[in-house]
Protein backbone atom coordinates (compact mmCIF):
# COMPACT_ATOMS: atom_id res chain seq x y z
CA UNK A 1 0.00 0.00 0.00
CA UNK A 2 1.09 3.45 -0.80
CA UNK A 3 -0.48 4.89 2.18
CA UNK A 4 -1.23 4.05 5.86
CA UNK A 5 -2.18 5.53 9.30
CA UNK A 6 -0.49 7.24 12.05
CA UNK A 7 -1.20 6.98 15.04
CA UNK A 8 -3.50 10.62 15.11
CA UNK A 9 -5.26 9.71 11.97
CA UNK A 10 -3.11 10.89 9.33
CA UNK A 11 -1.86 9.25 6.57
CA UNK A 12 2.07 8.25 6.09
CA UNK A 13 3.79 7.62 3.49
CA UNK A 14 4.96 4.08 1.83
CA UNK A 15 6.12 2.31 -1.01
CA UNK A 16 6.37 4.36 -3.77
CA UNK A 17 4.64 7.49 -2.69
CA UNK A 18 7.52 7.43 -0.32
CA UNK A 19 9.88 7.28 -2.74
CA UNK A 20 8.43 9.57 -5.13
CA UNK A 21 8.13 12.38 -2.18
CA UNK A 22 12.08 12.06 -1.48
CA UNK A 23 12.52 12.91 -5.00
CA UNK A 24 11.14 15.64 -4.87
CA UNK A 25 12.61 16.78 -1.42
CA UNK A 26 16.16 15.81 -3.38
CA UNK A 27 15.55 18.06 -6.15
CA UNK A 28 14.78 21.01 -4.59
CA UNK A 29 17.86 20.30 -2.31
CA UNK A 30 19.98 19.75 -5.28
CA UNK A 31 20.85 16.83 -4.01
CA UNK A 32 23.13 13.75 -5.09
CA UNK A 33 21.02 11.08 -5.97
CA UNK A 34 21.80 7.29 -4.46
CA UNK A 35 18.54 5.92 -3.99
CA UNK A 36 16.50 6.23 -7.32
CA UNK A 37 17.28 3.38 -10.06
CA UNK A 38 17.57 5.31 -13.04
CA UNK A 39 21.14 4.82 -15.10
CA UNK A 40 22.88 7.85 -15.59
CA UNK A 41 24.29 7.04 -18.54
CA UNK A 42 22.98 8.51 -21.95
CA UNK A 43 21.09 6.40 -24.51
CA UNK A 44 23.72 5.22 -26.66
CA UNK A 45 23.88 7.09 -29.84
CA UNK A 46 23.26 4.24 -32.57
CA UNK A 47 19.60 4.14 -30.69
CA UNK A 48 18.89 8.13 -30.45
CA UNK A 49 19.85 8.08 -34.56
CA UNK A 50 17.30 5.16 -34.94
CA UNK A 51 14.72 6.86 -33.64
CA UNK A 52 15.12 9.86 -35.64
CA UNK A 53 14.94 8.11 -38.66
CA UNK A 54 11.55 6.66 -38.01
CA UNK A 55 10.24 10.14 -37.17
CA UNK A 56 11.24 11.53 -40.33
CA UNK A 57 9.16 8.57 -42.12
CA UNK A 58 6.44 10.28 -44.19
CA UNK A 59 4.60 6.94 -43.92
CA UNK A 60 5.61 5.94 -40.42
CA UNK A 61 2.99 3.21 -39.75
CA UNK A 62 1.04 2.85 -36.55
CA UNK A 63 1.84 -0.25 -34.16
CA UNK A 64 -0.90 -2.76 -32.80
CA UNK A 65 -1.30 -3.13 -29.32
CA UNK A 66 1.07 -6.06 -28.89
CA UNK A 67 3.90 -4.10 -30.36
CA UNK A 68 5.49 -4.20 -33.81
CA UNK A 69 6.16 -7.53 -35.17
CA UNK A 70 10.09 -6.43 -36.10
CA UNK A 71 10.37 -5.23 -32.42
CA UNK A 72 8.24 -8.16 -30.92
CA UNK A 73 11.21 -11.10 -33.52
CA UNK A 74 14.11 -9.28 -31.83
CA UNK A 75 13.19 -9.78 -28.32
CA UNK A 76 12.44 -13.59 -28.89
CA UNK A 77 15.74 -14.05 -30.51
CA UNK A 78 17.34 -11.92 -27.62
CA UNK A 79 15.54 -14.10 -24.66
CA UNK A 80 16.49 -17.66 -26.73
CA UNK A 81 20.35 -15.62 -26.66
CA UNK A 82 20.48 -14.62 -23.42
CA UNK A 83 17.26 -16.74 -21.14
CA UNK A 84 17.02 -20.10 -23.05
CA UNK A 85 13.47 -18.93 -23.26
CA UNK A 86 11.32 -20.13 -26.73
CA UNK A 87 8.38 -17.56 -27.67
CA UNK A 88 6.47 -16.99 -30.65
CA UNK A 89 6.68 -13.70 -31.58
CA UNK A 90 3.19 -13.42 -33.00
CA UNK A 91 1.64 -14.84 -29.75
CA UNK A 92 3.90 -14.58 -27.09
CA UNK A 93 5.63 -11.11 -26.67
CA UNK A 94 3.43 -8.32 -25.92
CA UNK A 95 5.33 -4.61 -26.04
CA UNK A 96 4.82 -2.47 -22.90
CA UNK A 97 4.94 1.16 -21.65
CA UNK A 98 7.92 0.68 -19.80
CA UNK A 99 8.16 -2.31 -17.08
CA UNK A 100 6.06 -0.54 -14.50
CA UNK A 101 2.88 -1.04 -17.15
CA UNK A 102 4.78 -5.01 -17.77
CA UNK A 103 4.03 -5.36 -14.08
CA UNK A 104 0.38 -3.85 -13.89
CA UNK A 105 -0.30 -6.28 -16.98
CA UNK A 106 1.41 -9.30 -15.15
CA UNK A 107 -0.57 -8.74 -11.79
CA UNK A 108 -3.93 -7.81 -13.09
CA UNK A 109 -3.46 -11.51 -15.71
CA UNK A 110 -2.63 -13.42 -12.64
CA UNK A 111 -5.30 -12.36 -9.95
CA UNK A 112 -8.16 -13.61 -11.13
CA UNK A 113 -10.73 -13.15 -8.14
CA UNK A 114 -10.93 -10.49 -5.83
CA UNK A 115 -8.27 -12.30 -2.88
CA UNK A 116 -6.80 -14.28 -4.71
CA UNK A 117 -2.78 -14.87 -3.21
CA UNK A 118 0.47 -13.77 -4.66
CA UNK A 119 3.60 -15.18 -3.00
CA UNK A 120 5.80 -12.60 -2.68
CA UNK A 121 9.92 -13.09 -0.97
CA UNK A 122 10.33 -9.74 0.48
CA UNK A 123 11.73 -7.37 0.44
CA UNK A 124 10.71 -6.77 -3.29
CA UNK A 125 9.94 -3.61 -5.14
CA UNK A 126 7.11 -1.83 -3.91
CA UNK A 127 5.06 -1.45 -7.43
CA UNK A 128 4.37 -5.15 -6.88
CA UNK A 129 2.39 -4.16 -3.71
CA UNK A 130 0.93 -1.45 -4.99
CA UNK A 131 -0.39 -3.89 -8.46
CA UNK A 132 -1.60 -6.03 -6.33
CA UNK A 133 -3.54 -3.51 -3.89
CA UNK A 134 -5.34 -2.47 -7.40
CA UNK A 135 -6.31 -5.74 -8.67
CA UNK A 136 -8.03 -7.07 -5.13
CA UNK A 137 -4.98 -9.44 -4.66
CA UNK A 138 -3.77 -10.47 -0.86
CA UNK A 139 0.43 -10.47 -0.43
CA UNK A 140 1.38 -13.64 1.26
CA UNK A 141 5.22 -12.08 1.97
CA UNK A 142 7.96 -14.58 2.90
CA UNK A 143 11.17 -13.26 4.70
CA UNK A 144 14.26 -13.08 3.10
CA UNK A 145 17.46 -13.03 5.40
CA UNK A 146 20.44 -10.84 5.43
CA UNK A 147 22.79 -13.77 6.98
CA UNK A 148 21.85 -15.85 3.61
CA UNK A 149 22.57 -12.90 1.21
CA UNK A 150 18.85 -12.59 1.10
CA UNK A 151 18.08 -16.23 -1.02
CA UNK A 152 14.59 -17.49 -1.27
CA UNK A 153 13.82 -20.32 0.57
CA UNK A 154 11.72 -22.81 -1.18
CA UNK A 155 10.55 -24.45 1.75
CA UNK A 156 8.92 -20.86 2.93
CA UNK A 157 7.32 -20.33 -0.29
CA UNK A 158 6.16 -24.31 0.03
CA UNK A 159 4.43 -23.33 3.30
CA UNK A 160 2.78 -19.54 1.80
CA UNK A 161 0.49 -21.83 -0.36
CA UNK A 162 -3.06 -22.25 0.45
CA UNK A 163 -6.30 -22.91 -1.44
CA UNK A 164 -6.40 -18.86 -2.51
CA UNK A 165 -3.14 -18.57 -3.99
CA UNK A 166 -2.65 -17.94 -7.56
CA UNK A 167 1.12 -16.09 -8.04
CA UNK A 168 4.40 -16.65 -6.97
CA UNK A 169 6.73 -13.45 -7.99
CA UNK A 170 10.01 -14.07 -8.99
CA UNK A 171 12.49 -11.42 -8.54
CA UNK A 172 15.74 -12.53 -9.92
CA UNK A 173 18.00 -10.08 -9.88
CA UNK A 174 16.06 -9.00 -6.59
CA UNK A 175 15.15 -5.19 -5.88
CA UNK A 176 16.11 -4.47 -3.65
CA UNK A 177 18.35 -7.02 -1.74
CA UNK A 178 20.59 -7.76 -5.58
CA UNK A 179 20.24 -11.62 -4.34
CA UNK A 180 20.04 -13.89 -7.63
CA UNK A 181 18.12 -16.80 -7.42
CA UNK A 182 20.36 -20.44 -8.25
CA UNK A 183 19.16 -22.07 -10.91
CA UNK A 184 18.57 -25.37 -8.57
CA UNK A 185 16.67 -23.04 -6.38
CA UNK A 186 14.62 -21.96 -8.94
CA UNK A 187 14.30 -25.47 -10.06
CA UNK A 188 12.72 -26.23 -7.17
CA UNK A 189 10.73 -22.96 -6.95
CA UNK A 190 9.27 -23.65 -10.55
CA UNK A 191 8.56 -27.48 -9.54
CA UNK A 192 6.41 -25.47 -6.49
CA UNK A 193 4.37 -23.44 -8.53
CA UNK A 194 3.71 -26.38 -11.06
CA UNK A 195 2.41 -28.74 -7.71
CA UNK A 196 0.25 -25.87 -7.03
CA UNK A 197 -1.13 -24.76 -10.53
CA UNK A 198 0.80 -20.83 -9.72
CA UNK A 199 0.79 -18.45 -12.25
CA UNK A 200 5.34 -17.27 -12.10
CA UNK A 201 5.44 -13.50 -12.48
CA UNK A 202 9.34 -13.53 -13.45
CA UNK A 203 11.22 -10.21 -13.72
CA UNK A 204 14.55 -10.16 -14.95
CA UNK A 205 14.80 -6.71 -15.63
CA UNK A 206 18.30 -7.47 -13.83
CA UNK A 207 19.87 -10.29 -16.13
CA UNK A 208 22.64 -8.55 -17.84
CA UNK A 209 23.62 -7.52 -14.75
CA UNK A 210 25.36 -10.42 -12.67
CA UNK A 211 28.57 -10.25 -11.07
CA UNK A 212 31.04 -12.49 -9.08
CA UNK A 213 30.63 -15.16 -12.14
CA UNK A 214 26.91 -15.91 -11.08
CA UNK A 215 24.75 -17.28 -13.55
CA UNK A 216 20.89 -15.76 -14.53
CA UNK A 217 18.67 -18.42 -14.51
CA UNK A 218 14.78 -17.79 -15.99
CA UNK A 219 11.91 -19.80 -14.69
CA UNK A 220 10.50 -20.05 -18.37
CA UNK A 221 13.42 -21.16 -19.60
CA UNK A 222 12.36 -24.19 -17.36
CA UNK A 223 10.09 -27.21 -18.57
CA UNK A 224 8.00 -26.79 -15.55
CA UNK A 225 7.34 -23.39 -15.73
CA UNK A 226 7.36 -22.23 -19.98
CA UNK A 227 3.64 -23.04 -19.25
CA UNK A 228 2.92 -21.03 -16.47
CA UNK A 229 5.06 -18.23 -16.37
CA UNK A 230 5.02 -14.60 -17.39
CA UNK A 231 8.48 -12.83 -17.69
CA UNK A 232 9.12 -8.69 -17.37
CA UNK A 233 11.91 -7.22 -18.91
CA UNK A 234 12.39 -3.53 -20.28
CA UNK A 235 15.12 -1.06 -21.94
CA UNK A 236 15.75 1.02 -19.41
CA UNK A 237 18.37 -0.64 -17.08
CA UNK A 238 20.55 -2.20 -20.12
CA UNK A 239 20.10 0.60 -22.42
CA UNK A 240 19.81 3.56 -20.60
CA UNK A 241 16.61 4.10 -21.85
CA UNK A 242 14.44 4.97 -18.90
CA UNK A 243 12.68 7.99 -20.26
CA UNK A 244 12.15 6.05 -23.22
CA UNK A 245 8.89 4.60 -21.29
CA UNK A 246 9.73 0.52 -23.45
CA UNK A 247 9.37 -2.70 -21.94
CA UNK A 248 7.94 -6.34 -22.41
CA UNK A 249 6.13 -9.23 -20.99
CA UNK A 250 6.69 -12.66 -22.93
CA UNK A 251 4.43 -16.05 -21.34
CA UNK A 252 2.83 -18.85 -23.25
CA UNK A 253 0.03 -17.81 -25.26
CA UNK A 254 -3.08 -18.31 -23.78
CA UNK A 255 -1.98 -15.83 -20.60
CA UNK A 256 -0.36 -13.61 -23.42
CA UNK A 257 -4.17 -13.11 -24.67
CA UNK A 258 -4.99 -12.02 -21.25
CA UNK A 259 -2.32 -9.46 -21.06
CA UNK A 260 -2.94 -8.15 -24.59
CA UNK A 261 -6.93 -7.75 -23.77
CA UNK A 262 -6.33 -6.01 -20.89
CA UNK A 263 -3.26 -3.54 -22.48
CA UNK A 264 -5.78 -2.86 -24.95
CA UNK A 265 -8.11 -1.34 -22.55
CA UNK A 266 -5.78 0.60 -20.27
CA UNK A 267 -3.03 2.00 -22.82
CA UNK A 268 -3.30 0.83 -26.29
CA UNK A 269 0.31 0.36 -28.07
CA UNK A 270 3.81 1.62 -26.56
CA UNK A 271 5.37 4.37 -28.85
CA UNK A 272 6.17 3.75 -31.86
CA UNK A 273 9.23 5.96 -32.28
CA UNK A 274 10.13 4.04 -29.22
CA UNK A 275 9.58 0.92 -30.45
CA UNK A 276 11.89 1.38 -32.99
CA UNK A 277 14.47 2.63 -31.48
CA UNK A 278 14.31 -0.32 -29.65
CA UNK A 279 15.13 -2.78 -32.30
CA UNK A 280 17.96 -0.78 -32.74
CA UNK A 281 18.85 -1.07 -29.41
CA UNK A 282 18.15 -5.30 -29.41
CA UNK A 283 20.18 -5.62 -33.18
CA UNK A 284 22.88 -3.29 -33.03
CA UNK A 285 26.70 -2.80 -31.36
CA UNK A 286 26.19 -3.81 -27.85
CA UNK A 287 29.87 -1.87 -27.07
CA UNK A 288 27.68 0.72 -24.33
CA UNK A 289 25.99 -2.25 -22.33
CA UNK A 290 29.27 -3.89 -22.03
CA UNK A 291 30.91 -0.65 -21.12
CA UNK A 292 28.11 -0.10 -18.96
CA UNK A 293 28.51 -3.39 -16.79
CA UNK A 294 32.27 -2.66 -16.58
CA UNK A 295 31.44 -0.18 -15.19
CA UNK A 296 28.94 -0.87 -12.54
CA UNK A 297 31.27 -3.46 -11.40
CA UNK A 298 34.16 -1.12 -10.10
CA UNK A 299 31.30 1.04 -8.85
CA UNK A 300 29.63 -1.59 -6.67
CA UNK A 301 33.40 -1.96 -4.89
CA UNK A 302 33.17 1.63 -4.13
CA UNK A 303 29.79 1.18 -2.34
CA UNK A 304 30.69 -2.43 -0.63
CA UNK A 305 33.89 -0.41 0.89
CA UNK A 306 31.88 2.75 1.68
CA UNK A 307 29.54 0.24 3.90
CA UNK A 308 32.68 -1.63 5.16
CA UNK A 309 33.99 1.36 6.81
CA UNK A 310 30.69 2.98 7.91
CA UNK A 311 30.03 -0.40 9.95
CA UNK A 312 27.06 -1.12 7.33
CA UNK A 313 26.30 -4.68 7.10
CA UNK A 314 24.44 -6.39 3.83
CA UNK A 315 24.42 -9.60 1.78
CA UNK A 316 26.82 -9.44 -1.18
CA UNK A 317 25.02 -8.30 -3.99
CA UNK A 318 24.67 -10.26 -6.73
CA UNK A 319 23.40 -8.38 -9.60
CA UNK A 320 21.39 -5.22 -10.22
CA UNK A 321 22.57 -1.86 -9.17
CA UNK A 322 22.32 -1.38 -5.84
CA UNK A 323 23.29 -2.70 -2.40
CA UNK A 324 20.67 -2.90 0.89
CA UNK A 325 22.22 -2.58 4.12
CA UNK A 326 21.48 -3.05 7.54
CA UNK A 327 21.71 0.37 9.60
CA UNK A 328 20.25 -0.92 12.84
CA UNK A 329 22.87 -0.08 14.90
CA UNK A 330 21.99 3.29 14.74
CA UNK A 331 18.78 2.90 16.40
CA UNK A 332 16.68 4.77 13.80
CA UNK A 333 14.14 3.71 11.33
CA UNK A 334 15.10 3.86 7.93
CA UNK A 335 12.83 6.96 7.01
CA UNK A 336 13.85 8.90 9.55
CA UNK A 337 17.55 8.31 8.48
CA UNK A 338 16.65 8.64 5.10
CA UNK A 339 14.88 12.54 6.00
CA UNK A 340 18.30 13.64 8.02
CA UNK A 341 21.00 12.36 5.78
CA UNK A 342 19.08 14.21 2.75
CA UNK A 343 18.09 17.29 5.09
CA UNK A 344 21.90 17.36 6.68
CA UNK A 345 23.87 15.87 3.44
CA UNK A 346 22.10 16.33 0.30
CA UNK A 347 22.39 12.87 -0.24
CA UNK A 348 19.14 10.75 -1.18
CA UNK A 349 18.95 7.00 -0.29
CA UNK A 350 16.02 4.70 0.26
CA UNK A 351 14.16 3.54 2.78
CA UNK A 352 14.12 -0.50 3.25
CA UNK A 353 10.60 -0.04 5.02
CA UNK A 354 9.28 0.95 1.62
CA UNK A 355 10.09 -2.56 0.53
CA UNK A 356 8.67 -4.67 3.44
CA UNK A 357 7.73 -3.40 6.64
CA UNK A 358 10.29 -6.01 8.20
CA UNK A 359 13.41 -3.74 6.91
CA UNK A 360 12.73 -0.65 8.53
CA UNK A 361 16.32 -0.60 9.66
CA UNK A 362 17.65 -1.27 6.26
CA UNK A 363 18.50 1.49 3.39
CA UNK A 364 19.13 1.12 0.10
CA UNK A 365 21.90 2.72 -1.97
CA UNK A 366 22.63 2.62 -6.11
CA UNK A 367 25.95 3.06 -7.51
CA UNK A 368 24.29 4.61 -10.71
CA UNK A 369 26.43 8.04 -10.27
CA UNK A 370 29.84 8.65 -11.93
CA UNK A 371 32.11 7.51 -10.07
CA UNK A 372 33.62 10.34 -8.31
CA UNK A 373 30.07 11.70 -6.88
CA UNK A 374 29.36 8.18 -5.93
CA UNK A 375 32.38 8.49 -3.55
CA UNK A 376 31.26 11.80 -3.05
CA UNK A 377 27.93 11.27 -1.77
CA UNK A 378 28.98 8.39 0.30
CA UNK A 379 31.60 10.17 1.94
CA UNK A 380 28.82 13.06 3.49
CA UNK A 381 26.46 9.95 3.89
CA UNK A 382 29.30 8.48 6.53
CA UNK A 383 29.41 12.22 8.02
CA UNK A 384 25.63 12.06 8.87
CA UNK A 385 25.80 8.40 10.04
CA UNK A 386 28.76 9.60 12.16
CA UNK A 387 26.80 12.14 14.03
CA UNK A 388 24.07 9.67 14.90
CA UNK A 389 26.62 6.99 16.03
Request: aromatic share 6%; glycine share 8%.
Amino acid sequence: MSQQDNKDGTKKLTGTALFYSLIAKAKELDAIVLGRGDPDFDTPANIVEAANRAMQKDNLKPSPVEGLLDLRKAISERVKRINDIDVDPETDVVITNGGQEAIMLMVLASIGSIGDEMIVPEPNYSTYNDALEFAGGNKVGIPTLLENDFAVDPELVEQAVSDRSAALLLVSPNNPTASVIPAATMQKLVNIAERNDLIVLADDIYDQFIYDGGVHCSPQSLEAGKDRTLTLNAFSKAYAMTGWRLGWITGPSALMAKVKTIKASVSGPANVVAQHAGIEALTGPSDALEDMKARYVRRRQVVLDAFDSMGIKYGMPQGGQFIFGDVSHLGIDSVELAARILEEEQVLIYPGGAFAPDSKYYVRVTFLQPEAKLKEGLERMGKALSRMS
